[in-house]
């Protein structure tokens, strides 16, 4: 059999991404071009600027793709599109570059799901067995997703209010740390010698919802009072407590999700996976529990296109493709 090659393009946030994947599992070229330097001043990400920043980054990060996977256009199989969610300026982008490419080189375009690229990279890391179940925790995103075979997802428990991710950055913000937030609180938190305990929201007991904002407004509230007494606020102890609180519910709600629905592997992903306190935790109540667990290396739990192959692969074995009047779908569910 020859090998066949998916060209990938990621652009939902702010990051312009272009991966070249060869038989749906060896990533030749991953190339990320992250906006973060331009948004930090704006403490988040600027919808406008971010669709001009993937016009002028996209051509060129597509030719260092292509480049860097040392393969030629006319090699390229098929043209795969993260088509939503995210914001519609910049999923415009990506979705235009990829219809001209499939139209250009005449090959096949799929139209891919951010949150099953997510999931899907996972796929890079080890075979998924079904049922499995995902913990999805992003900056746009906070889902425990049911796979009860191969493309199927079922939302079984979501956040009612801020992402997880979303959390992390506001309180960052508030204690004066750049955009994005999380991986300062990550280090912040695992430094701190003490935390500052903070409430834990679970929701009625049955429930695999989440919500974050409660948390968030403590961890002000605890910004105030220190303000308030004029005493200095104990970054370390309040970034380990929040830390902490948000750990504890994300995966004691992901154990229970996945005893209860019988599922065969973990999958945990998205920006905050790379979150090495969550990491860790997940890691040991899945040896606890006997539960295999899947985590993509750091690179592949932000954005990044070699996901988007990941997911599209799956597509292109079945022959699911799309047709050039694919659009943008900021509200694309799963
Ligand atoms: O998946 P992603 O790259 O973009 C979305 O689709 O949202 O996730 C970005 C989010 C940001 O909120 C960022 O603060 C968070 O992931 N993040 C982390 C860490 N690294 C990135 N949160 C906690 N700990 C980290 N180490
Ligand atoms: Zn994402």
């Given at each position: 059999?020859?090998?066949?090659?998916?060209?990938?393009?990621?652009?939902?946030?702010?990051?312009?991404?272009?991966?070249?994947?060869?038989?749906?599992?060896?990533?030749?070229?991953?190339?990320?071009s992250?906006?973060?330097?331009?948004?930090?001043?704006?403490?988040?990400?600027?919808?406008?600027?971010?669709?001009?920043?993937?016009?002028?980054?996209?051509?060129?990060?597509?030719?260092?793709?292509?480049?860097?996977?040392?393969?030629?256009?006319?090699?390229?199989?098929?043209?795969?599109?993260?088509?939503?969610p995210?914001?519609?300026?910049?999923?415009?982008?990506?979705?235009?570059a990829?219809?001209?490419?499939?139209?250009?080189?005449?090959?096949?375009?799929?139209?891919?799901?951010?949150?099953?690229?997510?999931?899907?990279?996972?796929?890079l890391?080890?075979?998924?067995?079904?049922?499995?179940?995902?913990?999805?925790?992003?900056?746009g995103?906070?889902?425990?997703?049911?796979?009860?075979?191969?493309?199927?997802?079922?939302?079984?428990?979501?956040?009612?209010?801020?992402?997880?991710g979303?959390?992390?950055?506001?309180?960052?913000?508030?204690?004066?740390?750049?955009?994005?937030?999380?991986?300062h609180i990550?280090?912040?938190a695992?430094?701190?010698?003490?935390?500052?305990?903070?409430?834990?929201?679970?929701?009625?007991?049955?429930?695999?919802?989440?919500?974050?904002?409660?948390?968030?407004?403590?961890?002000?509230?605890?910004?105030?009072?220190?303000?308030?007494?004029?005493?200095?606020?104990?970054?370390?102890?309040?970034?380990?407590?929040?830390?902490?609180?948000?750990?504890?519910?994300?995966?004691?709600k992901?154990?229970?999700?996945?005893?209860?629905?019988?599922?065969?592997?973990?999958?945990?992903?998205?920006?905050?996976?790379?979150?090495?306190?969550?990491?860790?935790?997940?890691?040991?109540?899945?040896?606890?529990?006997?539960?295999?667990?899947?985590?993509?290396?750091?690179?592949?739990?932000?954005?990044?296109?070699?996901?988007?192959?990941?997911a599209?692969?799956?597509?292109?074995?079945?022959?699911?493709?799309?047709?050039?009047?694919?659009?943008?779908?900021?509200?694309?569910?799963?």
């Amino acid at each position: 059999n020859r090998p066949y090659h998916l060209l990938a393009i990621e652009t939902s946030c702010d990051e312009t991404s272009v991966a070249v994947v060869r038989n749906g599992g060896e990533v030749l070229s991953n190339i990320v071009s992250s906006q973060i330097d331009t948004h930090r001043r704006f403490g988040g990400v600027v919808p406008e600027i971010a669709s001009r920043k993937h016009v002028e980054s996209i051509t060129v990060i597509l030719e260092e793709a292509v480049e860097a996977a040392g393969v030629t256009l006319e090699e390229i199989d098929a043209i795969a599109v993260t088509q939503g969610p995210g914001l519609v300026g910049a999923l415009l982008v990506g979705v235009v570059a990829a219809k001209s490419l499939s139209l250009a080189l005449d090959v096949p375009l799929i139209g891919t799901h951010h949150i099953a690229g997510h999931i899907y990279a996972n796929r890079l890391v080890g075979e998924i067995e079904y049922p499995a179940l995902a913990l999805v925790v992003s900056g746009g995103h906070t889902e425990l997703v049911l796979l009860e075979a191969e493309g199927s997802f079922r939302i079984i428990g979501q956040t009612r209010d801020d992402a997880v991710g979303e959390a992390y950055d506001k309180v960052a913000r508030a204690l004066s740390l750049p955009y994005p937030g999380g991986p300062h609180i990550d280090r912040l938190a695992q430094a701190a010698e003490s935390a500052i305990e903070l409430p834990r929201a679970w929701l009625e007991p049955d429930s695999f919802d989440f919500s974050f904002s409660g948390l968030k407004s403590a961890v002000l509230a605890e910004i105030n009072r220190a303000n308030m007494k004029g005493l200095g606020v104990e970054a370390g102890a309040l970034a380990r407590g929040f830390q902490e609180s948000v750990i504890d519910v994300v995966t004691t709600k992901a154990m229970r999700a996945a005893a209860e629905f019988g599922a065969r592997q973990l999958l945990l992903c998205g920006g905050v996976a790379a979150n090495r306190g969550l990491r860790e935790r997940l890691a040991a109540l899945c040896a606890e529990a006997g539960l295999p667990l899947l985590v993509p290396p750091l690179a592949l739990c932000t954005d990044n296109a070699a996901m988007i192959a990941a997911a599209a692969d799956l597509k292109w074995r079945r022959g699911e493709f799309a047709t050039l009047d694919l659009k943008a779908e900021p509200q694309l569910s799963l």
